[in-house]
């Protein structure tokens, strides 16, 4: 929905500044620990470490979806632009809107998750050296999602921007559940062509190491290579990804917070489901349902219902998609593993 629809801005960058800025310093330390903790301890991540993990990261999002309603509560009553509202309503509405864009991002990163298995498959990456490469692809993430929601918070002040961004949702939502299944070929990317023409790429591994020195000259590894696409396959999903969350809140605050919780916790989602990824060949449809669902959101329901359709209508919706997908991928499994594979 459009905040400014039916109230003003409730988390200004020039009041609530601070906000992004201490937001940013826990995200930032935690990555932090996590890198001196695994410093030099490259090892294969097990499922059980893997799920704990996820647990983490999931009760952390939830923690903050909690505390973001009790800044609500605390906040909004001493905000004189909001005098006449009604803060619990606001508050309540500022968590469902986290934890919807949490859902959105968190559930079409499950898809993307599938394409860094066969990226590492087709690099023939080692189980042990997963984790780093996904660790720096996340950190490069988390600057580009910024970059995109900063220019997606301007061009949502244009009228005609919401109805644009809602009609490319659509439409690529039913690419999504109905076009023909593809994962791209590194090997015939333009990008990591250009990459090889700029930059020698060493045939051998070289520990952890993105960089070594060849024969007197700086090469990069087989491990920069797949972190180079995976990076770009990020840019290309932000593309669809962000405009999604957009279509739940236009708050920057809250669509910022809702991706970056959602794409921290994707290290350890994909040791969890690499073993797994043949057993949801019905996500494409709760994905494609999903965005198509935020798309006429922004297009039209958002206008039909007064500038605000009942965000806990949405996460109802949303919740019920990926059930509904999760549910008939265990009732009605693939017959054989060729099937699987196809």
Request: hydrophobic share 55%; aromatic share 16%.
């Amino acid at each position: 929905m459009i905040a400014s629809a039916y109230h003003p801005e409730l988390f200004p960058m020039e009041t609530t500044w601070w906000l992004y800025g201490l937001f940013c310093l826990l995200i930032l330390g935690s990555l932090f620990i996590d890198m001196r903790r695994r410093s030099g301890n490259d090892h294969e991540i097990g499922h059980r470490e893997a799920v704990l993990n996820v647990v983490v990261w999931i009760s952390l999002a939830l923690l903050f979806c909690a505390g973001l309603y009790a800044y609500g509560l605390w906040q909004f009553p001493r905000t004189p632009n909001l005098a006449g509202y009604d803060a619990h309503a606001l508050a309540k509405q500022c968590s469902l809107e986290f934890l919807s864009g949490y859902l959105v991002e968190k559930s079409l990163s499950i898809d993307n998750l599938f394409i860094f298995l066969v990226v590492f498959d087709f690099f023939a990456i080692p189980q042990k050296y997963r984790h780093r490469i996904l660790f720096y692809g996340i950190l490069g993430a988390l600057i580009f999602r910024a970059a995109f929601i900063a220019l997606g918070s301007v061009l949502m002040q244009i009228s005609w921007v919401p109805f644009v961004f809602g009609v490319f949702l659509l439409f690529t939502g039913l690419k999504v559940a109905f076009g023909p299944e593809s994962h791209p070929d590194p090997s015939k990317n333009v990008l990591i062509r250009l990459l090889k023409r700029f930059l020698p790429i060493s045939q051998q591994f070289h520990d952890e190491k993105f960089f070594v020195r060849e024969a007197g000259r700086w090469v990069g590894t087989p491990l920069l290579l797949t972190l180079f696409f995976i990076e770009v396959t990020d840019i290309i999903f932000a593309l669809d990804s962000v405009p999604a969350i957009f279509a739940i809140t236009s708050e920057p605050f809250i669509v910022f917070t809702s991706n970056i919780f959602a794409i921290l916790g994707l290290r350890a989602l994909y040791f969890v489901l690499a073993g797994m990824a043949s057993k949801f060949h019905y996500l494409k449809y709760g994905l494609g349902f999903i965005l198509c669902f935020v798309g006429l959101k922004m297009s039209w329901l958002d206008h039909h219902y007064e500038g605000h359709f009942p965000i806990s209508w949405s996460l109802g919706i949303i919740v019920g998609a990926l059930a509904a997908a999760a549910f008939f991928s265990w009732l009605l499994p693939l017959k054989n593993e060729e099937s699987i594979k196809e």
